[in-house]
Structures are given as structure tokens and as C-alpha cells.
């Protein structure tokens, strides 16, 4: 069990262009779930899988935000036109659905810089 | 709604000490409650969760938290701090399997 996977871990990028995130979850997990975290404040949710199905969506992700996880296994992240207020770290977790009472396991995470 | 608030921002405490983080919750059911860790640049670590049954947890790193229903709250305790323990800490409270609602974190400076 190597845990959750993300990459990249940093990503600098200009503002309006595209970018995308992958996470990796622990293998026998079959939910996956975003967050996002600013400077100063604890993660805030963003979406959640369970396996390819994506069964909700914060208020937070604006249709610039999308999401996959094509085959249930890995997931991306793409933000569309980034704005300097995309700036963040954004966070991957995953749990079993059924045992998720064993809590979700985070990733390293991707910090995002929009200059 | 669901909310966490964790009172402490910051939080020092001197190596050897004990140490209590203070952590309430408002939600409408009984709720899942988490603490985790996260030292600067990483991701999270879960230390303990409480569902159900004996209000006092064990996690790992020999911390406690303590369910006080009656008080809405979940605070986080060690009775010997390590400098190692320097870190943020996060209360969340979240249904089962679904998603969590972090409170905004408290950073444990630990002094020598």
C-alpha cells in the first residue's frame, strides 16, 4: 500500500491558462474525494466519487472546475481559465465505502500558484 | 449545516507538557468526528476518529480526543508533548463515508 498519489506536487501557471491534476487513491478504495485548501484555512470540500459516478458536487466548484475518474480507479482535476483566486492546495483523499468509519486517507496534495 | 470551530489559532506549549486542543461541532445527527495532522507543505494524517460506542479514543503518536455529546465537543489531548508534535492540527466532523467539514485549524508550536 503506497497511499494516495498526486501529482505534480507544485504547479506554478499563468493566469487564464488550463490546468490539470491527477490523483492516484489507495488501490482497494472505492471512494475519492477533492479538496481544496487556502492559505490560513482547513480543506474545504470540493467533490466525491464513488467509483467512476460522481455523487456530489460543492457549490465551491464552478464550471471552470472539472472532475473525472473515467474507469474508478485514478481521477484528474482540470481547472479551466485559472484566476489568481485559484491559488491553493488542492487535496485528494479516498476510503472504502463500506468501512469508511476507518476515516479518509489525504495525499500530499498539489499547490497551485496563479501568477 | 455541519460546522467545526476550533477556538485556538496558535497554540505553544513547552516540550514535556501536556496538551489539550479544543475542537466543537454543530451537526444535526450523531456525528463522525476526525482529528488530523498536517506538517507545512504535506497532506493530512489521520490521528484518531470517534463513531460510536466509548466517548474516549485512542489514536496513533499517543493521542486522545474525548466525545462530550452534552457539550458539542471533541478536544484533542497528549499527555506529553514531543518537538516532533509541532504541527496544524484539524478537527472535522463528516456522515459516515461521506464528505468532512474541517474546522480552520489550530498550529502547536512546542518550545525547548
Known amino acids: 500500500d503506497t497511499g494516495v498519489s498526486q501529482d505534480p506536487r507544485h504547479k506554478i501557471t499563468k493566469r487564464g491558462q488550463n490546468v490539470t491534476f491527477r490523483c492516484d487513491p489507495i488501490?482497494?478504495?472505492?471512494?475519492l474525494y477533492w479538496y481544496r485548501q487556502t492559505l490560513g484555512q482547513g480543506p474545504e470540500f470540493l467533490t466525491y466519487?464513488?467509483?467512476?459516478?460522481?455523487?456530489?458536487k460543492s457549490r465551491l466548484l464552478s464550471d471552470r472546475f472539472s472532475a473525472e475518474r473515467p474507469k474508478g480507479s485514478f481521477s484528474t482535476l482540470e481547472i479551466q481559465r485559472t484566476e489568481q483566486g485559484d491559488s491553493a492546495m488542492y487535496l485528494c483523499?479516498?476510503?472504502?465505502?463500506?468501512?469508511?468509519?476507518?476515516?479518509?486517507?489525504f495525499g500530499q496534495g498539489t499547490r497551485l500558484t496563479v501568477v | 449545516a455541519q460546522s467545526v470551530t476550533q477556538p485556538d489559532i496558535h497554540i505553544t506549549v513547552s516540550e514535556g507538557a501536556s496538551l489539550e486542543l479544543r475542537c466543537n461541532y454543530s451537526?444535526?445527527?450523531?456525528?463522525?468526528l476526525f482529528w488530523y495532522v498536517q506538517s507545512p507543505g504535506q497532506g493530512l494524517q489521520l490521528l484518531l476518529k470517534?463513531?460510536?460506542?466509548?466517548?474516549l479514543v485512542q489514536g496513533i503518536k499517543g493521542f486522545e480526543a474525548e466525545f462530550k455529546r452534552s457539550q458539542s465537543s471533541f478536544n484533542l489531548r497528549k499527555p506529553s508533548v514531543h518537538w516532533s508534535d509541532a504541527a496544524e492540527y484539524f478537527c472535522?466532523?463528516?456522515?459516515?463515508?461521506?464528505?468532512?467539514?474541517f474546522g480552520a485549524g489550530t498550529i502547536l508550536r512546542v518550545k525547548s
Open positions: 488501490s482497494e478504495h472505492n471512494r
Open positions: 451537526y444535526g445527527a450523531t456525528p463522525y
Open positions: 470517534y463513531f460510536s460506542g466509548d466517548t
Open positions: 483523499a479516498s476510503s472504502l465505502a463500506q468501512g469508511a468509519d476507518r476515516g479518509a486517507f
Open positions: 472535522a466532523v463528516g456522515q459516515y463515508g461521506n464528505k468532512l467539514v
Open positions: 466519487f464513488q467509483n467512476e459516478a460522481q455523487l456530489e
